[in-house]
């Protein structure tokens, strides 16, 4: 072997095997087991051996608008492999008019000599033009796109466009995932807030209720049942949108679902902060506002026992960052223009291990299941990632149970002005972070080069 990771707890989605090793060759998990030989030992005594991280929406160098991510692809992947996540899914966004393979090839060249760790895309559809594109895709390695249900007059599309997607979707092997609120709707309570000089951050949360993320849940899933076509809803932020889910999955439609690290641990409550810099001392909410927005405590509570449960089968970030100064306080004086979203990259898997299996009693099992093995089945890279397995990727975290840190904008990786998890104190996270065999993190210090990740050509969906 060329290299073995000694005596360590290796964790699956199936169990904990403890005092085992783990060797690598060529980049691949050639044997699990004991005494293993290798060329260079690693000790993993006392630490969990667990796959690299996928995190499957990220939305890092892109454009909504005006505003520009404040993450590239080399600040953003900084900050996963930091956290421990090795593969991540970016949605590419075709210009308005843009065909998707167009939109593919820029998407493609512009990460292509930069990665750090392995990525892929979701393409967004935005026209019915892009219907005819579908068939294109799998051949080039996409196995995924996106909807919209909401962003009225920017991103929606309708009802009838998505009922075509999904079907034709379905016949491609393509997983359609759905950002499911009610745009139409909620651009008609943003003008009335707006005329009512409501004016605040909170307004954010109050113009988007639950009940229009659960009835575009259930227009979605009533989609997915009349055609037997799979979908998967991305960031599922409420109780009554989980219930939607419940429903959909105990009917037998194919369903899947994701929530994210921000509607695990903040509520609306935090729209209402109180900030420090003059003239924005009611605006330090802006950085908490995301779409759907955070809820209230009965949501998050929800949406833990989801995880658990297993009615959430994802854990995703969501990331996409914006300066405070600058880019959120555009929306100073009017929420509806504070840019949507949040960082959450590099805290995600220390955040759950800590918050989720240490004090909630998550299965470690149930956690490498949410962050690793569950999405690459979904996402057409079974048999690749997500899963110490002989043949898989050598995608490996040591990850020390007693590594100690407080998330603060001093100590991040990404690029922003703001952590949104300042103070939160977590134990346990990636002592060492490994893709395909190489060393990327050790121990604080980075050993990446540009160019060390690889596109994903992910394989078409076959979990019906
Ligand atoms: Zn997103």
């Not at 593969?87 to 210009?95: D, E, G, K, V």
């Amino acid at each position: 072997m060329d290299v073995v990771f000694k005596n360590g707890s290796i964790v699956t989605g199936e169990g904990i095997f403890e005092g085992m090793d783990l060797g690598i060759e060529n980049g691949k998990i050639a044997a699990l087991g004991k005494n293993l030989a290798g060329q260079k030992i690693i000790d993993a005594q006392g630490k969990y051996l667990m796959p690299g991280g996928i995190d499957v929406h990220t939305h890092l160098d892109t454009s909504f608008g005006e505003m520009h991510t404040a993450d590239d692809f080399t600040s953003g992947q900084l900050g996963a492999i930091a956290g421990g996540t090795t593969s991540h899914l970016n949605f590419c966004f075709p210009a308005p008019g843009q065909s998707l393979m167009e939109s593919l090839a820029y998407w493609k060249n512009k990460v292509f000599q930069e990665a750090l760790i392995d990525y892929g895309f979701h393409m967004v559809i935005r026209d019915a033009n892009h219907l005819k594109e579908l068939s294109g895709l799998i051949e080039k390695g996409v196995s995924s796109i996106k909807c919209f249900l909401a962003y009225k007059d920017k991103l929606q599309i309708d009802e009838e466009l998505f009922y075509k997607t999904v079907e034709k979707a379905r016949d491609l092997g393509i997983l359609t995932m759905v950002h499911a609120e009610n745009g139409t709707l909620i651009d008609y309570r943003v003008r009335q807030a707006l005329g009512r000089k409501e004016l605040l951050p909170i307004f954010h949360a109050r113009t988007r209720p639950p009940e229009f993320e659960a009835q575009s849940i259930h227009f979605a899933a009533s989609v997915a049942s009349v055609l037997r076509a799979p979908l998967y809803i991305v960031h599922l932020s409420s109780k009554k949108g989980l219930e939607e889910i419940l429903r959909a999955k105990n009917a037998g439609i194919p369903l899947w679902t994701e929530t994210c690290p921000q509607y695990l641990f903040f509520t609306e409550e935090d729209l209402q902060r109180k900030g420090q810099s003059p003239g924005l001392e009611d605006f330090e909410g802006a950085k908490w506002i995301c779409s759907p927005p955070l809820r209230k405590e009965e949501d998050r509570e929800a949406l833990w026992d989801g995880l658990i449960s297993g009615t959430i089968d994802v854990v995703s970030t969501d990331h996409c960052s914006f300066y405070f100064q600058g880019q959120k306080t555009r929306g100073l004086g009017d929420f509806s223009k504070i840019p949507n979203g949040v960082p959450g990259i590099e805290e995600r898997l220390s955040l759950l291990f800590y918050y989720g299996c240490i004090k909630r009693k998550l299965p470690l099992e149930r956690f490498v299941t949410l962050n690793c093995e569950f999405p690459a089945r979904l996402f057409g890279l079974e048999g690749r990632k997500g899963k110490l397995a002989v043949g898989y990727d050598a995608d490996i975290l040591l990850w020390n149970p007693q590594l100690k840190k407080t998330f603060s904008v001093h100590s991040h990786h990404i690029r922003l002005d703001y952590n949104l998890y300042e103070g939160f104190y977590v134990e346990g996270g990636p002592e060492m972070v490994m893709l395909r065999g190489q060393i990327l993190y050790d121990q604080g210090r980075f050993l990446v080069q540009p160019g060390s990740g690889q596109f994903l050509f992910r394989h078409p969906l076959d979990l019906l």
